[in-house]
């Protein structure tokens, strides 16, 4: 009867959560080893517990876990304006914000994942929350800033290999790169919807290639057709000598289905009533091509210099249809502090303003500004910012007037940054 009873109760206990603490697979394999060998456990019994004991082990490898990220930012913020073209000459301000993302991504197996963050804010463009804009200490808020879900061939898949990932949900916009500021079309807030696929090839000596493609929902209709932006990018890497690094590419986007509310909502940002495509109601759309390069020389470690432009041209506008930005960086941040400057310029009707960046070009088209930055890490994990936005209009007429306001600006950022 003992064993009969050892023999009943023991999958019971292998198959049911642990009340205490859970035994390390090691020493349950070695009681089983230990009731075989002693006969309590015929040789059929054995296999059959044994294989159980497998399978949930694997079910245990395969529950995903969360892996935890996310950043806090505390920002001090001076504004000094000028009297712009309108008459208007806004007062001089300063003020405080902070901006908390939490981000949590679950790998699923080896070819999925999901990754949500929440962030502050609840802006657009923004994450950022005004110290004292909600009256008498009231909470802030937080909001769902992406959620995606990611899937990922084989490394190797298809017959070009490489690897190629295709992403759905709220994302990150999926043509933006890091050698450099790339803010000038879309803010760094910004999470885009839709789906986006991309492709970077397997390492070939010292070249390497990518893809990215995307389809992006502006706004969902009922009624009628939704806007959306068809995006597509080729680009490549190469190091041509030691300690040099080159890189190139360019990207088609193609906005259609505009309706008359989203030219208007353009308008408010800068752009001109029929300046995107000269139509009031959407018309054909906007196709719109940019180029973008960079250098790269990393010889001296403490003093690493980077080199990058970006031009775009929106092919569907009559007149003020460029978009342009070019700077340098050059220190690095841990060993003694890194410096970047530069001039980025996008005039009224080159691109939908209200996704270029919202502190580097206020938010609006028919904007330019030159920027200076300083960043050293002062703790691990935790940055020290210093920028300087000086900006104005591109153009100052009347029929730019949705644009000036405020424009005339200097902007004097201080941000901590730490990162967990």
């Not at 000028?82 to 939490?102: C, H």
């Not at 209709?221 to 690094?245: F, Y």
């Not at 028919?366 to 691990?380: F, G, K």
């Not at 910012?385 to 100052?396: A, C, I, Q, Y």
Request: net charge negative; proline share 4%; charged share 25%.
């Amino acid at each position: 009867m003992h064993r009969w009873l050892i023999v009943c109760l023991l999958p019971l206990y292998l198959l049911a959560p642990p009340v205490f603490a859970e035994p390390e697979e090691s020493v349950v394999r070695e009681v089983l080893a230990i009731l075989h060998s002693r006969g309590i456990v015929d040789d059929a019994e054995y296999v059959g517990l044994t294989s159980r004991q497998e399978r949930w082990e694997a079910q245990q490898e395969d529950v995903p876990g969360i892996e935890w990220s996310g950043d806090f930012r505390a920002r001090y913020e001076q504004f000094w304006f000028d009297e712009d073209s309108l008459g208007f000459d806004l007062g001089n301000r300063s003020r405080a914000r902070y901006r908390l993302r939490l981000q949590g991504k679950a790998r699923i197996n080896p070819w999925a994942s999901a990754t949500f963050r929440l962030a502050s804010g609840g802006a657009v463009r923004s994450a950022n929350q005004t110290l004292g804009r909600r009256a008498d200490f009231d909470p802030d808020g937080l909001f769902i800033d992406r959620a995606h879900l990611d899937l990922t061939a084989p490394e190797g898949f298809g017959p070009l290999g490489g690897r190629t990932r295709l992403r759905l949900g709220k994302m990150g916009v999926p043509f933006r790169w890091k050698h450099g500021p790339d803010s000038m079309l879309w803010d760094r807030d910004i999470s885009v919807e839709g789906a986006a696929l991309s492709w970077d090839s397997a390492s070939q000596g010292e070249t390497a290639y990518f893809v990215r493609a995307a389809y992006l929902i502006a706004d969902e209709n009922a009624t009628s057709r939704d806007p959306h932006v068809i995006g597509l990018q080729a680009g490549a890497t190469l190091a041509p000598a030691e300690g040099w690094e080159l890189g190139g590419r360019v990207t088609h986007y193609e906005w259609r289905s505009l309706d008359s509310d989203f030219l208007d909502r353009s308008t408010l940002a800068g752009n001109q009533p029929l300046g995107l495509n000269g139509s009031a109601n959407g018309g054909t759309g906007v196709s719109a091509t940019e180029f973008a390069a960079y250098a790269r020389w990393d010889a001296h470690e403490d003093w690493p210099v980077l080199l990058y432009s970006h031009l775009l041209r929106n092919h569907d506008a009559e007149d003020q249809d460029l978009a342009y930005g070019v700077g340098i960086q050059l220190g690095d941040k841990r060993r003694v502090v890194q410096l970047k400057a530069g001039y980025f310029r996008v005039e009224a009707n080159a691109w939908p303003g209200r996704f270029v960046d919202s502190p580097l070009l206020a938010g609006r088209a028919n904007q330019q500004v030159y920027v200076a930055q300083a960043i050293r890490e002062v703790l691990q994990n935790t940055d020290l910012e210093l920028t300087l936005f000086v900006g104005n209009p591109v153009e100052t007429g009347s029929a730019f007037n949705s644009s000036l306001f405020g424009s005339e600006r200097i902007l004097l950022q201080t941000d901590l940054i730490v990162r967990f």
